[in-house]
């Protein structure tokens, strides 16, 4: 196996509406799509021709049948272990009059148990989500994936800014010591360093073997045994960026596997994240 990524299976609501009215009804577009960190960049390492596989927890439910489905539809391997009480995990992407707002129900994915991991994270490269890891409900199955990993590549998204403020940076860079890998937006590295960009990388970069710090439209920074390399995107007509941090990870992981440089994997993890941000999808186009 190339990537194996652990940690949250969602199904995303997307909602568009020039403004809501309160306590009535208004027109607008719904739309109900696969999602969740670990199921995103698995599929977007599977479009770059990686093997993927996705380990997680799902409710006995339509959202659970639907991410199962379309994972398998998209070539990844799935891991999925079925919770009795809790649905799938759903996550509202509200858009209205220039403003996103989000509301996530973890659901399911807060049980995943460190009993519902194989005993050996055996690939190429594994991805541990940050929000696993950042959560008491979870806490304990990142470290144990942690302690099971066998790859070249162990990464850590860092998931969420106020998070890490609330776990505390010290304790995040301790306990994610054994990784080789830490994957952050501008915000969640100043939360971890006290610094953006290519500053913040080379300071995770002494903790790390890599650190990339994802900044949206300006691109990325990776630190890579030391060394800096650095990227500016080109400008694209943002639509919806959800999923696009996860795009950019499943690719970067993806490249690295296949023995990429350090150069290109950047570039094309970028690309994968820019096509996110300008799409409606966090999932790249099937193949036709």
């Known amino acids: 196996m190339d990537l194996i990524t652990?940690?949250?299976?969602?199904?995303?609501?997307?909602?568009?509406?020039?403004?809501?009215?309160?306590?009535?009804?208004?027109?607008?577009?719904?739309?109900?799509?696969?999602?969740g960190t670990s199921a995103n960049?698995?599929?977007?390492?599977?479009?770059?021709?990686?093997?993927?596989?996705?380990?997680?927890?799902?409710?006995?439910?339509?959202?659970?049948?639907?991410?199962?489905?379309?994972?398998?539809?998209?070539g990844v391997d799935r891991l999925l272990v079925e919770d009795p009480d809790l649905p799938t995990?759903?996550?509202?992407?509200?858009?209205?009059?220039?403003?996103?707002?989000?509301?996530?129900d973890r659901g399911a994915n807060a049980r995943l148990a460190p009993d519902d991991l194989p005993e050996r994270l055996e690939a190429g490269?594994?991805?541990?989500?940050?929000?696993?890891?950042?959560?008491?409900?979870?806490h304990d199955t990142a470290l144990a994936a942690l302690r099971r990993a066998d790859a070249e590549w162990v990464a850590v998204e860092a998931a969420s800014w106020p998070l890490i403020e609330t776990f505390g940076a010290e304790r995040f860079l301790e306990e994610t010591?054994?990784?080789?890998?830490?994957l952050a937006n501008d915000l969640e590295a100043e939360a971890l360093t006290g610094s953006t960009g290519e500053e913040a990388a080379k300071i995770l970069g002494e903790h790390y073997r890599l650190a990339a710090v994802k900044r949206g439209s300006r691109g990325a920074v990776l630190v890579v045994d030391g060394q800096v390399f650095s990227l500016?995107?080109?400008?694209?007509?943002?639509?919806?960026?959800?999923?696009?941090?996860?795009?950019?990870?499943?690719?970067?992981?993806?490249?690295?596997?296949?023995?990429?440089?350090?150069?290109?994997?950047?570039?094309?993890?970028?690309?994968?994240?820019?096509?996110?941000?300008?799409?409606?999808?966090a999932w790249p186009a099937m193949p036709r």
Do not use: N
Request: proline share 2%.
């Open 6 to 35: 652990v940690g949250d299976v969602m199904v995303d609501v997307r909602v568009e509406s020039g403004a809501l009215a309160r306590g009535g009804d208004v027109h607008g577009r719904v739309l109900l799509q696969p999602g």
């Open 41 to 74: 960049a698995a599929v977007w390492a599977s479009s770059e021709g990686a093997s993927s596989q996705v380990i997680g927890r799902i409710g006995r439910d339509f959202s659970g049948l639907l991410m199962d489905s379309a994972l398998q539809e998209r």
């Open 89 to 104: 995990g759903t996550m509202l992407v509200m858009h209205e009059a220039g403003e996103r707002s989000m509301v996530a």
């Open 125 to 138: 490269a594994l991805l541990i989500s940050g929000y696993l890891l950042l959560q008491k409900e979870g």
């Open 177 to 182: 010591s054994k990784a080789t890998v830490v």
């Open 232 to 281: 500016a995107t080109q400008a694209v007509e943002e639509i919806d960026p959800t999923g696009a941090g996860d795009a950019f990870d499943g690719v970067l992981l993806a490249c690295l596997v296949e023995g990429a440089s350090p150069e290109e994997a950047l570039a094309r993890a970028c690309r994968a994240g820019a096509s996110v941000a300008g799409s409606e999808s």
